[in-house]
């Protein structure tokens, strides 16, 4: 590794911790529609503002030893471990030259990664694809598919993400009065289409509707999940749709017609 690989990948590394950072603050706000930008930060349970010495990725949680300086109130797990995840990926997707394609392509990815991370947090913890991540999804989404794809593969794979679920839904709510799908899954499901194309979003409908339904039977049956408590669904579109942009050989031993 040379010097300018060195730097290059410790910035990446110190930028993707400032992010998670950052997304702490979105997974925090977002579902609750409070501002991402003001108040700053403040401890959960005494209210006390956070200062920015304090509020440093990863650093700060180990010098206060996971402690609210204040009131000694413990401070949840989720901060740190989103913001070295998120330093990890950075690190991991940043190319080590300074070719501007790919650069932008680590824009891209980087951001896409960042919004599976919010939207898998979020929904878990509220049954939610928040709007306003979807809107950043398909604003980052628009750009590199008219650059990188054909005309069909974004419209096609666009209209079948959108539609095939919304139809689903549809005749679910029909057939059982109630919503399969939340419109958050729909749009979602919609903006990876005109990523991943006709073929890849029939692939990822398919591969999340076996997985969530052999994990919501598992849970059902060992009495972890009420069948009539809503299931947030989202997180399989995105471990299905991570394995199918960053792991593609994985998905061609699972799946007959690859991605
Ligand atoms: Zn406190």
Redesign the pocket.
Known sequence: MDILELYIKSFSAIFGLLVGSFLNVVILRVPRNQSIVKPRSS?P????QIKWYENLPLVSYILLRGK?S????KISWRYPLIEALVGLISLLLAPSSLNIEAWLNYIFYFSLACVFLAHFVIDVEHQLLPDKINLFFLIISIPYVLINFPLYHWLVGGLIGFLGPLGVTYFYYKLRGQLGLGGGDIKFFGILGLILGPVGILNNIFMSCMLGSIVGVVMILSKKLDKDVPFAFGPFIIIVASLQIFFPEVVELISPVGL
């Open positions: 401890c349970k005494c209210h006390k609210c204040h009131c000694k109130a």
